[in-house]
């Protein structure tokens, strides 16, 4: 079997673990899941080989409990069912992590890292990308000054005259972004107006595109409030969960160290 490309093949397993928050919000046994169990396999089958020991790690992953009676209640089941998602998702991580470490880079990947080299000059600095959750904003700038990482904060900066755009602009001279979706807006179809779900800012869905033009994909991470509603046409982009049980530091830790940052995670974790 010919090995397929790697920043496809990262892509298409980061596309099945972006499924998962949302699964662990249905209920056991739902179609959603079955679909995307199934869809799981393939893109692994896809990725390693159908024969592979990592299609035997992913179906060995169990998703109810090992014993039970028949006066187990079901919320036992169903907390048996999202512990099964989240080791899936710690099988999948490991996959990306093999896959980035290990496989030889394709010319995509090798474009990319050229187009780079121009921003190397502000290697540490790190643009957030915010709506007016200010709580948050100040959460993830701080997890980024303790990694010794320089967060940009547009507001912040001083606006010597320039518009809003031209400021933008002139900051945006960065080595990866990361974006907070909080619900700040309120947004529906014109035929479904009573339909509304929370979105993010205008401005915040703005930057989010113009950063994943200018870096690419795999240097801006989107950290997600839950049920805020993602931007259309945007698949093969990382949604972390913005917990509160600090899981977000850790996925945001190893994107930030796939994109060639030195940070030290007991820095951040343990201060």
Excluded at 102 to 113: C, N, P, Q
Excluded at 171 to 195: C, I, N, S, W
Excluded at 233 to 243: K, M, N, R
Aim: include cysteine; hydrophobic fraction near 35%; charge should be negative.
């Amino acid at each position: 079997m010919v090995s397929p490309k790697k920043s496809k093949s990262i892509q298409r397993l980061r596309k099945v673990l972006d499924e998962v928050p949302e699964l662990k919000r249905l209920r056991r046994r739902s179609p959603e899941f079955n679909k995307w169990r199934r869809n799981a396999r393939v893109a692994i089958a896809n990725t390693f080989g159908s024969k592979s020991s990592h299609v035997a790690d992913f179906n060995n992953v169990s998703y109810s409990l090992m014993a039970f009676s028949t006066g187990t209640p079901d919320s036992e089941f169903e907390a048996a069912y999202r512990r099964g998602l989240d080791s899936a998702a710690s099988v999948l991580e490991s996959m990306i992590d093999e896959i980035g470490e290990y496989w030889e880079d394709d010319e995509e990947s090798l474009r990319t890292s050229d187009s780079h080299v121009e921003v190397q000059k502000n290697a540490n600095k790190v643009f957030v990308i915010h709506g007016h959750d200010n709580s948050a904003q100040e959460t993830v700038a701080r997890f980024l000054e303790k990694l010794k990482l320089e967060p940009v904060i547009l507001h912040e900066q001083p606006n010597e005259g320039r518009t809003i755009i031209e400021k933008f602009e002139d900051y945006a001279d960065v080595t990866f972004a990361v974006v907070l979706l909080t619900p700040d807006d309120m947004g529906a179809l014109k035929e479904k107006h009573r339909d509304l779900k929370p979105r993010a800012r205008q401005n915040v869905v703005f930057e989010f595109g113009y950063f994943i033009g200018k870096l690419g994909r795999e240097r801006v991470c989107a950290l997600s409030i839950r049920d805020v509603e993602r931007p259309s046409d945007c698949d093969g982009i990382l949604y972390v969960p913005l917990d509160n049980e600090d899981g977000w530091k850790i996925r945001l830790l190893r994107e930030l160290k796939a994109a060639g940052f030195s940070v030290d995670a007991n820095r951040a974790l343990l201060a």
